[in-house]
């Protein structure tokens, strides 16, 4: 059981593309090492985040679930743009909570690959929840931000123990 973690803020767009193919050639080396017997043995999951709000205004995350059908994670993955994500931090901690709470097979192999540009929100970076705005032609700066942790209330830590406790 193989699950991706796709950023996808606006700074993503080459890498969404990208990790289509990469995605591809993962899956064909791991088919193709001899340690599987048959291509269903394989299951690759995707999950897809941006922001919170006020942060990003169109998803916190998609979680498209397992298949084993490669032609069906190029379809989920063609269907994503990147847009969004007003400061540094993004909704990480969503995705890798999808990613933790998806039906893994107990005796699979288990991975997930995160592929991001920035930290999770509320660990302390540097402009979490900050937002440049303009008032009378002088520049403010407005804090909307998450200094009590990801507003999801996940904390990024927790759930990468709670991954390795299930041997993700």
Request: net charge negative; proline share 5%; charged share 20%.
């Amino acid at each position: 059981d193989l699950v991706f973690v796709q950023d996808c803020t606006g700074s993503q767009g080459s890498y969404i593309s990208s990790a289509t193919r990469n995605i591809e050639e993962i899956c064909a080396h791991i088919f193709h090492s001899g340690r599987l017997q048959e291509p269903e043995d394989m299951r690759i999951g995707l999950v897809a985040y941006r922001d919170h709000p006020p942060q990003d205004h169109t998803w916190v995350y998609r979680n498209f679930g397992f298949t084993s059908d490669i032609s069906k994670v190029r379809g989920n993955l063609q269907s994503l743009y990147a847009t969004g994500g007003g400061d540094g931090p993004e909704a990480v901690t969503a995705g890798l909570y999808q990613a933790l709470t998806m039906d893994w097979r107990e005796h699979a192999s288990k991975m997930v690959v995160l592929i991001a540009d920035a930290p999770p929100h509320g660990i302390g970076e540097y402009g979490d929840g900050m937002h440049q705005i303009y008032q009378n032609s002088s520049f403010a700066k407005r804090h909307v931000g998450f200094d009590d942790g990801s507003p999801d209330g996940h904390d990024p830590l927790q759930i990468a123990r709670e991954m390795a406790s299930r041997g993700i």
